[in-house]
């Protein structure tokens, strides 16, 4: 007996098991005044005044398709960083990058690794692309190289490894992410994820640009989202070896980065003062904040990006749940972490000189109450 027709379409085995990505929230209870948006991780200091004015200039050619190879953006990366511009691809933010290497070197039957409080989008790019996702445990919320190594199979194609990770804000000391990849077989894809190495400012910590130079199966993501203050405007970029590079272009849309986009990218890679003005700013008020918390009797994960881990006590009473309540009905957004395995934290970007002191004050009065 032959089965019956589907009255619609119906999506790929497995796609419906996928969890989708639910972002961090951006409005509060109606009522509220005024809101102070610290749950994405965004620049407190917004885009350079540079970029502003090269975005306006774009509008006024609209009607014109951008370079599709985003050459100039390329090149002024390149520049930046002393790299090889054809070695570099820009994209719709570093998660369509982190999307096209799962459609192009995962297969039903293969597996990818990830920490398991790594960047949720990794799992549902992974069975996005009919592959089995695979957590693999931290150590002290921190990435273990080991463990990761032990659970390495020959199904294995992908290790996603974002560094530093969000949301725990922890890091792995180069020598420890070389040691990874040097255990990995020649097959395997390290992919390195460093949305937030601008912030790092630690002695032992490097994005991995050399490593991806001197290798054949390691790329780097970058993002203009964080440190350039440009989430809204989506741009990525990777660095890779020749031969990724070239699958990569295969796949991407053929005009993924939009113009205004290009000429952003372009003014922000250039304006170090503003990247230099945000460190600054966020050195500060990391170390604050983190002296703050810990003073209220709350612990918070070491972190060297631009958010930090709060976690709460056990019980009901001061739960992050209750916490985040609290702080929303008085315009203070920060993102539940239970998703990520942390079911009582909330994560809280560095946000201006208002919002930091304002959520301190109101966590003094709801830990009292």
């Not at 070239?246 to 796949?251: G, L």
């Amino acid at each position: 007996m032959t089965e019956a027709t589907p009255s619609r379409p119906t999506p790929r085995a497995g796609i419906m098991e996928i969890e989708a990505y639910v972002p961090g929230k951006s409005a509060a209870a109606s009522g509220v005044s005024k809101i102070h948006k610290l749950s994405s991780n965004e620049n407190p200091l917004g885009a350079s005044p540079k970029v502003i004015e090269a975005v306006r200039d774009v509008a006024g050619r609209l009607e014109f398709y951008p370079d599709g190879s985003a050459t100039r953006l390329r090149e002024a990366i390149a520049e930046a960083h002393g790299l090889n511009p054809a070695n570099i691809v820009c994209s719709n933010g570093s998660d369509e990058i982190l999307g096209l290497l799962a459609q192009a070197y995962l297969s039903p039957g293969d597996e990818a690794i990830f920490t398991e409080h790594g960047f949720l989008v990794y799992k549902i790019y992974i069975q996005a692309a009919g592959a089995t996702p695979v957590s693999v445990r931290e150590k002290g919320e921190r990435a273990d190289v080991d463990a990761i190594l032990a659970a390495v199979t020959p199904k294995t194609k992908i290790v996603f490894l974002a560094n530093p990770n969000n949301p725990t804000g922890t890091y792995l000391p180069f020598e420890e992410v070389r040691r990874l990849h040097a255990g990995l077989p020649g097959n395997v894809l390290l992919v390195l994820d460093a949305a937030y190495a601008e912030y790092v400012r630690r002695n032992d910590y490097e994005a991995g640009v050399e490593l991806v130079a001197g290798s054949q199966n390691a790329v780097m993501t970058r993002t203009f989202s964080k440190i350039h203050g440009l989430g809204g405007l989506r741009i990525g970029w990777m660095y890779a070896p020749s031969h990724i590079v070239d699958v990569i272009n295969r796949m991407r849309g053929p005009f993924n980065v939009n113009a205004g986009a290009i000429e952003a990218g372009i003014a922000a890679m250039r304006d170090r003062g503003h990247v230099d003005r945000t460190i600054e700013h966020n050195e500060r008020w990391l170390r604050w904040l983190t002296e703050e918390m810990t003073k209220l009797g709350l612990r918070v994960t070491p972190s060297v990006g631009n958010f930090i881990l709060v976690h709460f006590p056990d019980g009901e009473a001061h739960s992050a749940a209750k916490a985040d309540d609290y702080l929303a009905a008085r315009g203070y957004i920060l993102r539940r972490v239970s998703g990520y395995g942390f079911p009582n934290a909330l994560r809280m970007t560095v946000g201006t000189e208002e919002a930091n002191r304002g959520v301190i004050a109101a966590l003094t009065e709801f830990l009292k109450s």
